[in-house]
């Protein structure tokens, strides 16, 4: 196992949805705003973090000559894998994982699982992750929840309000020591659990103790047509062309 100083950290990209509430021909993470698509953001973010060593991207099917191309035109050269994605978000992972165990990842290299549509993840939430897993073992990125948040059976009526200070709404990174990470996916497929999106989740179904790092408003999900007119406000107005 290497010691911290040879580490090595690897951004892992989930890019392989079709982004159906768009209501777009084109998958989400291939929108351009301002002349760049959203994924090229979200590659840059990593691209210019100076603790990340290597991108792999699990990419939709037939779109890989397209994020390829993509990324020699921007610059970005630390990606150095880009496969095949899956059916749902825990197979992409999954098969980024196995790339990964084949290229010799070590037990102790830091995997951080991101979704390749938070194209405004910052650099400090990308620290704070990796600082968290150096020092607790994992973390997932979070933000208070500042709404009244509330249980409801029948999706029409409010049955119970809950303390929000006891709830977070988390966000990616997910951020895992490799061999933990790889096993605790292998341990899913041998239950014949396909069904558990989230990283975190899947520690948790697995008993691990799992650890919260701060994560930002700015760094959410673009899913909806809002999200995208949200970006492309936020793009203009920050200047990140």
Not at 20 to 46: C, G, W
Request: charged letters at 20%.
């Amino acid at each position: 196992m290497k010691d911290e100083k040879n580490i090595k950290t690897v951004a892992l990209l989930t890019a392989a949805g079709v982004g159906s509430r768009m209501h777009n021909d084109i998958p989400k993470q291939f929108i351009h705003v301002e002349n760049k698509p959203i994924i090229i953001y979200t590659l840059e973010a990593f691209q210019n973090h100076p603790a990340i060593d290597e991108i792999i991207v699990a990419c939709l099917n037939g779109w890989i000559p397209i994020l390829q191309a993509y990324a020699k035109q921007y610059g970005i050269t630390k990606l150095k894998y880009i496969i095949n994605g899956g059916s749902t978000g825990q197979e992409s992972i999954t098969n980024c994982l196995e790339k990964l165990k084949l290229e010799g990842f070590d037990e102790n290299d830091i995997v951080m699982v991101h979704d390749g549509n938070r194209p405004l993840v910052s650099d400090s939430v990308i620290s704070e992750s990796l600082a968290s897993c150096i020092s607790k073992g994992n973390a997932v990125a979070y933000v208070p929840c500042n709404g009244v948040v509330v249980t409801t059976e029948d999706q029409t009526h409010c049955d119970e309000q809950l303390n929000r200070d006891n709830v977070k709404i988390t966000q990616t990174p997910h951020t895992f020591r490799f061999g933990k990470i790889y096993r605790a996916y292998q341990e899913m497929a041998k239950q014949n659990e396909y069904n558990v999106v989230a990283p975190c989740s899947v520690m948790m179904k697995l008993g691990e103790e799992v650890f919260l790092s701060p994560g930002s408003e700015f760094n959410f999900k673009i899913t909806t047509q809002e999200d995208l007119e949200i970006f492309k406000a936020l793009v203009r107005t920050r200047h990140l062309k």
